[in-house]
């Protein structure tokens, strides 16, 4: 039976980034605040600092620094090293789209799963345009199948599934053949803390801008809304995020847009503070940006795709466009400009998905583990 000993730790794939996964993880540390945190790599420089107040736990590889400042290049061998994390605790949360439901546990593991590897079964969406000899093409080709193998392994070791979203529930059950429950995840950033201008913005606060806050990859399509944008020389556009992608962007930058890369969340906050509205055009297994550009009483325009069918309601807290292209996106615009929001209502969307509620349902998942008889394999 479940009892004041019983011990529960959370297990991530790396906390290298500022990105949704990584503020779900400080969502569940909050709601198990004496939880370790385990994870294979670990840069307390360029993820959230609030994990500094918890502790972390590492695997060997995180004592090579270039792999720190790149987990990509440690491809090869995330799979021999989460193999090789062992978990002492009554009940591991494991929140991961690769590596971290690999962890060994002594005891039950919930699953709770942002997607499957995108590497290994959204490969062409995952690398993009990269040509057929590029190096990342080839290990992950390479490494493939192998990788396959141990991840469905892996997988099926767990005690219980959950998806963030009803299109990973579909992506779960088609990589592994599990059934998930779907638990959306919270906003990630809240609206009452502290407000800091960006240094690099000042001089655009006196009209609002669009945003765009995203890991600079290639499937997140950002080019696309730059192009867009070329074409709309006054309206302004603001991009938040860092990646690899982020030198061919830069590059590509119209006069009425800008890329922050860096920003801390009282940044992030003021950021919103000043924008009109956030554009999120990626397949996204969820997409935590909408919900708080919602809490901000920002409407959004987003891809009709993926994880945003689950978290924007069309002309209630956004509008969609169907298809990736710039005249795609300038239309949704010119009708997200031309409607009548209303910011109460687009603040009450974004409380549905509280962080409160989340973690009610989390403890209840935890309690079921504890409580019940040995779950079945799938």
């Known amino acids: 039976m479940a009892g004041a000993a019983s011990t529960i730790a959370i297990a991530h794939d790396y906390l290298t980034q500022q990105g949704g996964a990584e503020r779900v993880v400080l969502a569940l540390s909050r709601a198990f605040p004496e939880a370790p945190i385990y994870t294979t790599l670990y840069d307390p420089a360029t993820t959230f600092p609030e994990f500094g107040d918890r502790q972390v736990v590492t695997s060997p590889l995180n004592r090579l620094a270039f792999l720190r400042r790149d987990h990509r290049a440690a491809l090869p061998l995330l799979a021999p090293a989460s193999n ?3 978990i002492d605790a009554d009940v591991v949360i ?3 789209s690769g590596w971290a439901h690999g962890f060994r546990s002594t005891g039950r593991t919930l699953v709770y799963c942002h997607n499957p590897a995108r590497w290994l079964y959204q490969t062409d969406q995952y690398l993009g345009d990269a040509g057929r000899l590029s190096p990342k093409r080839f290990a992950v080709t390479a490494l493939g199948p192998a990788l396959r193998r141990w991840d469905r392994r892996a997988a099926h070791r767990a005690d219980r599934y959950l998806a963030n979203s009803n299109v990973v529930r579909e992506r779960i059950a088609a990589a592994y053949g599990i059934e998930a429950d779907v638990v959306p995840p919270p906003p990630g950033l809240g609206t ?3 407000q800091s201008a960006h240094r690099e913005l000042t001089d655009w606060q ?3 801008f669009w945003l765009v806050v995203s890991r600079l990859m290639p ?5 696309v809304v ?3 944008f070329r074409d709309r020389p006054d309206d302004r556009l603001v991009i938040v995020g860092a990646g690899p992608e982020r030198e061919r962007l830069v590059q590509m930058l119209p006069p009425n847009a800008r890329i922050v890369s860096g920003v801390s969340d009282a940044e992030l906050r003021w950021i919103y503070a000043h924008a009109a509205g956030l554009i999120a055009p990626s397949h996204e297994d969820f997409g935590l940006t909408p919900l708080e550009a919602n809490s901000w009483g920002l409407p959004v325009v987003a891809l009709r795709a993926g994880g945003y069918l689950d978290t924007v309601v069309e002309g209630r807290s956004g509008l969609f466009f169907e298809e990736v292209q710039p005249a795609a996106v300038s239309r949704a615009l010119d009708a997200a400009s031309a409607h ?8 009450a969307h974004a409380q549905e998905f509280g962080e409160g509620r989340f973690a009610a349902r989390i403890r209840q998942e935890v309690e079921r583990l504890l409580d019940g008889p040995a779950a079945p394999g799938p």
């Open 84 to 86: 090789a994390v062992r």
């Open 94 to 96: 494991a929140s991961s």
């Open 192 to 194: 009452g803390g502290e």
């Open 206 to 208: 006196d009209r609002r």
């Open 219 to 223: 499937y997140k399509n950002v080019d």
């Open 226 to 228: 730059l192009d867009a």
């Open 340 to 347: 009548a929001w209303h910011q109460e209502v687009l603040k």
